[in-house]
């Protein structure tokens, strides 16, 4: 089994206080983001600490505009291919914000949320590419309103606030290793 009460057995479990039941249980959006704290720095333990909300915000100026922020995202893969998994796919993470697709706002509500450890103008790793393609191959498998047309970028659902996974992410080769 890939999955137990929405966590992925091949990722590491690494719980987020940030989140919710979702309201009509339905999971059919995949939303692929990233992230680097600071930016443009990997391999770092903030990220985690973030989605945990224990980040100490003193630790880099950068992180002042984090105080009090209460953020989290299903999943995150690091730049070597690591899996971590912060919310059980049954509940609503907190990674789309003020959103909307196809007519329909709150994408939180609906969806997966993906954090790539990366930049929009960095490339992404080999490592990222084989792992996001394995988990969103089991995550299609076992979310059936999940589809590759129903895979999109944070910069699709916000695109007047935010640009993410950016133009360094290689959509071609990511949906044409789906199959």
């Known amino acids: 089994m890939r999955f137990d009460a929405g966590w992925f057995s091949s990722a590491r479990r690494c719980e987020s206080p940030h989140f919710n039941r979702r309201p009509f249980g339905e999971i059919s959006l995949l939303v ?3 992230i680097s704290l600071p930016a443009g720095c990997f391999g770092l333990p903030y990220i985690d600490q973030l989605f945990q909300g224990c980040l100490d915000t003193e630790a880099d100026e950068s992180f002042a505009d984090l105080a009090g922020l209460q953020v989290s995202a299903h999943f995150l893969i690091r730049r070597d ?3 971590v ?3 059980s796919c049954e509940d609503r993470a907190w990674h789309a914000g003020v959103s909307r697709y196809s007519e329909r706002e709150n994408c939180n509500d609906f969806s997966i949320g993906i954090e790539l450890e990366g930049t929009d103008t ?3 790793t080999a490592a990222q590419y084989q792992q996001l393609t394995e988990l969103t ?3 299609l498998a076992q979310y059936p309103a999940l589809t590759a047309q129903r ?4 910069c699709d659902i916000a695109p007047m606030r935010k640009t993410d996974p950016g133009p360094s992410f290689d959509w071609e080769r990511y949906l044409t290793a789906l199959g």
Not at 151 to 154: E, T
């Open 137 to 139: 191959r089991a995550l």
């Open 151 to 154: 895979i999109v970028g944070h």
């Open 81 to 83: 291919g690591e899996c």
């Open 122 to 124: 960095e490339p992404y």
């Open 85 to 87: 998994q912060y919310v």
């Open 32 to 34: 692929i983001h990233n």
